[in-house]
């Protein structure tokens, strides 16, 4: 069974840092890409950033310069790095991947920027 479990939110300073993860579990970590992303509230979902099977990364202009995601094929996890976090940035943040033409999704962390 695909299962992804996100971790690491908070509350944080403008300017400030913050690290989230995604666990997965039940299908072949290194065979597919992973993403994040996030929801603020009253917003659609918007993706932030996608790690490929390749190790290539992309990044939605509004985080480019600040975000950095990445992976571990021998953990099954995939990092989240956030600097220069900005009060726009507070949303709830997900981890999501597509196996065989499913998307599956975490419960979310909340992330809120904040003095």
């Known amino acids: 069974q695909v299962q992804v479990v996100e971790s690491g939110g908070g509350l944080v300073q403008p300017g400030g840092s913050l690290t989230l993860s995604c666990a997965a579990s039940?299908?072949?970590?290194?065979?597919?890409?992973m993403s994040w992303y996030r929801q603020a509230p009253g917003k659609q979902r918007e993706l932030v950033a996608t790690v490929f099977n390749t190790g290539r990364t992309s990044y939605a202009d509004f985080v480019k310069g600040r975000f950095t995601i990445s992976r571990d094929n021998a953990e099954n996890t995939v990092p989240l790095q956030m600097n220069s976090l900005k009060p726009e940035d507070t949303a709830v943040y997900y981890c999501n991947t597509i196996v065989v033409g499913k998307w599956y999704w975490g419960q979310g962390t909340q992330v809120i920027v904040s003095s």
């Open positions: 039940g299908f072949t970590f290194s065979n597919y890409a």
